[in-house]
Nanobody, 121 residues
Framework: VQLQASGGGLVQAGGSLRVSCTAS????????MGWFRRAPGKEREFVAA????????DYADSVKGRFTISRDNAKNTVYLQMNSLRPEDTAVYYC???????????????WGQGTLVTVSS
């Protein structure tokens, strides 16, 4: 499966942004989907994950209550709605697909190219 992330940009602190990730192929609904991010000078970290039908979600503590992951299997797309953004949320955001799901990047087999989110103070 190929993943294409989009929707990144520049936003002021306290603002909102939604990033999307669209998958090719007809097997999107068989994958757990996750969002990860890599901030400048830091390692890639888990942000959020969602189960195949969207009934189970998981979030990193740093974004819990501010970010929401969702998916539309009819559109082969997963979303990450980001509210109350902070400068420390500045990062390249990557979507990922895997059969196992979870919070570890090693549980995901396919990765998008990333989309840059910059939060100004």
């Amino acid at each position: 499966v190929q993943l294409q992330a989009s929707g990144g940009g520049l936003v002021q602190a306290g603002g909102s942004l939604r990033v999307s990730c669209t998958a090719s192929g007809r097997t999107f609904s068989t994958y757990y989907m996750g969002w990860f991010r890599r901030a400048p000078g830091k390692e890639r970290e888990f942000v959020a994950a969602i189960s195949r039908r969207g009934g189970i979600t998981d979030y990193a503590d740093s974004v819990k209550g501010r970010f929401t992951i969702s998916r539309d299997n009819a559109k082969n797309t997963v979303y990450l709605q980001m509210n109350s953004l902070r400068p420390e949320d500045t990062a390249v955001y990557y979507c990922a697909a895997g059969y196992g799901g979870g919070t570890s990047q090693y549980e995901y087999d396919y990765w998008g190219q990333g989309t840059l989110v910059t939060v100004s103070s």
